[in-house]
Structures are given as structure tokens and as C-alpha cells.
């Protein structure tokens, strides 16, 4: 008697271990989607700030990009990107007349539950207020 109650015990454990498991997979792959999206808005409403801080030249917009994908307007050669696989081709940056917008284009989020297309999501405009008084 006392045996069969160990096997059973043991086969328990194995099913709960499985379904704790998964449980705790599917938790931690929405949490790292969640994050890494937080990560993208930061890093798009730091891109949009420096463009409205800045006065206008031709390279500001190379620069935005930059600093929205590496963190700094003018990266090393080798640097990580904020949210890993961005590049400064899913960047776009349109100046207004009075405005400066950085909007995600064509960009995947990877994760092991699936691939969640971000295409003009997530988006920040700011007033331009750089090189006003000059």
C-alpha cells in the first residue's frame, strides 16, 4: 500500500511540474513583450524630445534615429540596439512645421508566443522648440 502512494505522488508532481511550467513560460514571455514595448516607447519619446530640442540641420534626422534605436545620437561601431532586433530602418522621423514625430514602421516583436507586428505603433510627436530663438 505504502508503494502505490509514492508512484502516485510522483506522477502528480510531474503533471503539475508541466502545467507550472507552461504556466510560468507563457508569464515570463508576456512580461519580456510587455518590457520591450515600454523599452520602444521610452526610446521613441527620447528620439521625439531630442528632434524637438535640436536645431535643424541635415543630419538630425540620421541623428534621431540613433539615438531612438542605439540610445545616443552618434553610437559606436559596435552597439546594441534598445530593443533587440530594431534598426534604424524601422525608424521613421517627419518634421513639421511646427513638430517633430519618431513613429516605429515595419517592425516584429519576437517572443516565443508569437511575432506581434508594431507598424506605426508606438508613435510620439513633440513641439519643436529647438533653435527658436536663434
Known amino acids: 500500500m505504502k508503494h502505490r502512494r509514492r508512484g502516485s505522488a510522483l506522477i502528480e508532481f510531474a503533471g503539475s511540474l508541466i502545467l507550472l511550467t507552461t504556466l510560468f513560460t507563457g508569464i515570463f514571455q508576456i512580461a519580456y513583450a510587455f518590457f520591450s514595448y515600454n523599452a520602444l516607447v521610452n526610446a521613441v519619446r527620447a528620439g521625439a524630445r531630442y528632434a524637438s530640442l535640436q536645431p535643424p540641420s541635415p543630419e538630425l534626422a540620421k541623428s534621431v ?70
Open 65 to 134: 534615429q540613433n539615438l531612438t534605436v542605439y540610445g545616443e545620437p552618434t553610437p559606436p561601431t559596435v552597439a546594441n540596439s534598445v530593443v533587440p532586433g530594431l534598426s534604424a530602418d524601422n525608424i521613421q522621423v517627419t518634421f513639421g512645421p511646427s513638430t517633430a514625430t519618431v513613429t516605429v514602421r515595419g517592425f516584429q516583436l519576437n517572443s516565443l508566443l508569437g511575432q506581434f507586428k508594431l507598424d506605426g505603433r508606438p508613435t510620439v510627436t513633440f513641439p519643436i522648440t529647438g533653435g527658436a530663438g536663434k
